[in-house]
């Protein structure tokens, strides 16, 4: 270990500065989507089977809700634009914008060149829970998602229900392609109902017991045409363990809401970010 300078102290009691101040990011119209949700009818369900994946579509202008039904349950949630899976969430920036846990008012940002709001979450039943004792908090973004080479590395095992072959087999199935394509498209995800942290002595990546309960649920207005895939991850409530079958696990609802027509008439789409690519040549 190196010796720490005299001036060791003084070093550390720097005061940290944010990274990213959002005063300037542009903000959703949250008032515009709670009137556009008010008449919204429901128009589509999927039902995520335990330790599985299922794919929906949310167009733009519509909202999707993400409900734990029967019990306790994680989920691993990936999108996509629609009409071009290059662009895809991007949970590192949206991490580095909003903070390393997501709520009511934060919006889920695509991956460069597009970085625009692909979701703004406009409901969430756990906002309550805050930061805990621990500095856990729920819905986070620095997760990535369980996967079997984590699982094989750590403990030598081959199992296929972890969220990231979840998702693989879902868009698979779902756009007719070949898994080792799909399995591409899989990125870092959106930890929906998850509760987690990092430890302040070790800093490593903790999880604990989702304070979710059925009928809790986080919702959503897509902000550009979407294609969203769901795991319900093997680890439950992610109290234990994941990467196995050990945990208890329950499905996941995913609904989808039309507002009523001409209430978003003057609503569009965010555009591409406006840098022009030229990266100074
Ligand atoms: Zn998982």
């Not at 994946?53 to 999108?79: K, M, W, Y």
């Not at 004792?133 to 997760?143: K, Q, R, T, Y």
Request: hydrophobic share 35%; charged share 20%.
């Amino acid at each position: 270990m190196t010796q720490p300078p005299a001036d060791a102290g003084v070093r550390r009691a720097v005061a940290p500065v944010i990274c990213y101040p959002n005063d300037t990011l542009p903000r959703p119209d949250l008032a515009l989507f709670a009137a556009a949700r008010e008449g919204a009818h429901k128009v589509a369900e999927v039902v995520v089977p335990p330790r599985e994946a299922a794919c929906f579509h949310a167009s733009a202008g519509q909202f999707f809700r993400i409900t734990s039904v029967e019990g306790p349950q994680v989920g691993d949630l990936n999108l996509w634009n629609a009409n071009d899976l290059s662009e895809r969430f991007y949970s590192g920036k949206t991490r580095a914008l909003h903070g390393t846990h997501v709520t009511t008012g934060e919006q889920l940002w695509s991956s460069f060149p597009h970085l625009r709001p692909m979701a703004t979450i406009v409901q969430d039943t756990l906002d309550w829970y805050g930061i805990d004792e621990f500095g856990g908090s729920v819905h986070d973004v620095i997760g990535t998602r369980c996967d079997p080479y984590t699982g094989n590395l750590l403990g030598g095992v081959q199992y296929h229900h972890c969220c990231h072959s979840n998702l693989t087999r879902a868009l698979a199935d779902e756009l007719g392609m070949p898994l080792a394509e799909a399995e591409g498209h899989v990125h870092d995800v959106l930890n929906v109902f998850m509760c987690t942290g990092f430890t302040r002595d070790t800093g490593q990546y903790f999880m604990k017991a989702s304070p979710v309960r059925p009928g809790d649920y986080l919702e959503f207005f897509a902000e550009i045409d979407l294609l969203g895939a769901l795991s319900a991850c093997p680890g439950g409530d992610c109290s234990a363990e994941h990467t196995s079958d050990a945990a208890v696990c329950h499905p996941l609802l995913v609904e989808l809401f039309q507002p009523k027509s001409g209430v978003l008439e003057d609503w569009q789409s965010p555009a591409r970010n406006g840098y022009d690519g030229s990266h100074g040549r």
